[in-house]
Structures are given as C-alpha cells and as structure tokens.
C-alpha cells in the first residue's frame, strides 16, 4: 500500500526564519518518485521538484532544498530566509513506477508567513 | 508553448443538473490524470487516460462519473446528477509518458453545486 504522511497541518513562521516542512512515505515498490508541488492561494498548482528513489542526493535550488533519506522514508523540504510569498499549502506526493503512475498526495501543509 | 488548459475555471450547478469539465493538455502529452481535491484536503486521484483508452478509473465513483479522452479534443470528466458532495475543485495533469515523468498541472476547475 501507499501511503504520504505531512504530519504538520499548518506552520507559521515569521519572514526571514527558516523553515522545514516534513513527509514520509511508504511504498513496497523499489522504483518510486516523489514530488512536491505547491498550492499558492490562487489554488493553482506548481511543481516543485521530483525525485527518483535511486538518488539520494540532496538538492538546492535557491532558497529550497530538499533532504531525501530512504533510511527513514523522508523526503524533507526546507525553506531558507522565508518570504510571505512562500505562504502557500505545500503537498508531498508519491508515484510508482508500476501501475497507472499516478500521483497519491499527502493531505498538505498549510505554510504561513508572518511579515 | 501554452501549459495544461482547464474550462471552465468555475462552474455552478444545482443539486441533479450535469457538470461537464474540459482538460486540454499540454502538446505532445498523451496522458492525462483527473485529480479531485475536497475543500482543505488534499488531491485523490480518479482516472489516468491515454487517448481513446481509459487506462485506470480506479479513483473515480462507481455512479455518476465518467471521463473520456477523445482522439480528437480534450478530455472531459462528466458528472451526472449532481449532488452538493461534488463540490470541489477538480483539476488534470498531463503526462509526456509513463515513467515518472512529472505531470503538469492546469488550473483546475471550482465546482459548486447549490
């Protein structure tokens, strides 16, 4: 079974702080990707990054960077120096390569940021 | 080199009318993903297509909902007689291929139903 857990339903932080949101997955497939997409209020959705599940390798991408531990089943987002423009519900998400390769959310993290 | 299109973007229905939401994807993208997303919840999957073939409907209600993937035009996700738990906002991804390859996303659409 597949499962995406963001044990954190909403975080606040005050702009300029640091701030890391949390997923864990279970899946019993060996080849798997994991995605974040970001929801800002507008509602649209915006992809983020992807990852296959033979690359550990963290991965920085301005303020974002994303920790990928298979030890722990992590894949971990990390903002840096928050902007208000960073509020936003955040999704942690699962494909596999078996089966129909859809996408299986997790149920989001609410992310507000206080100027 | 326009992204996945969705219309309409806000739809209002009465309780038992029919919602009809249209997804085109991006060019080159055979695939395509319905997604359903409740109020403060999060996306559930309901039905992958390629063109002409419903490849997996197993997200999507046993009643009332269907979907399609024309070989021409866009695909459209279909709900008949439709009740106030149908309010959401539905969105589709399309897919170059299969293979993890990530799939993008439209605007989706807000469906209301009064």
């Known amino acids: 079974a597949q499962k995406v857990t963001q044990a954190q339903t909403e975080i606040s932080v005050v702009e300029k702080e640091d701030v890391t949101l949390d997923c864990v997955y279970e899946?019993?497939?060996?080849?798997?990707?994991l995605f974040w997409y970001k929801q800002p209020p507008s509602g649209e959705l915006v992809f983020l990054i992807r990852r296959n599940s033979f690359d550990e390798q963290n991965e920085i991408s301005g303020r974002y960077s994303w920790n990928f531990q298979k030890s722990t089943s992590s894949f971990n987002f990390t903002i840096t120096a928050s902007q208000v423009v960073d509020s936003a519900v955040y999704f942690c998400a699962l494909s596999w390569r078996t089966g129909a390769n859809n996408l299986f959310f997790g149920t989001g993290t609410r992310l507000t940021v206080i100027p | 080199n326009a992204g996945v299109m969705q219309n309409p973007r806000h739809l209002v229905r009465r309780r038992g009318q029919e919602a009809r939401l249209r997804c085109s994807p991006m060019k080159g993208h055979s695939h395509v993903y319905w997604y359903r997303q409740l109020p403060e919840e999060g996306l559930k999957f309901m039905v992958y297509l390629q063109k002409e073939n419903i490849i997996d409907e197993s997200g999507m209600p046993k009643e009332r909902f269907s979907a399609e993937f024309p070989k021409e035009g866009p695909s459209i996700l279909r709900i008949q007689q439709v009740v106030r738990g149908d309010s959401a906002a539905y969105f589709c991804?399309?897919?170059?291929?299969?293979?993890?390859?990530?799939?993008?996303f439209g605007p989706g659409t807000r469906l209301t139903v009064l």
């Open positions: 991804a399309s897919q170059a291929d299969r293979g993890g390859n990530e799939q993008f």
């Open positions: 899946t019993r497939d060996t080849t798997y990707y």
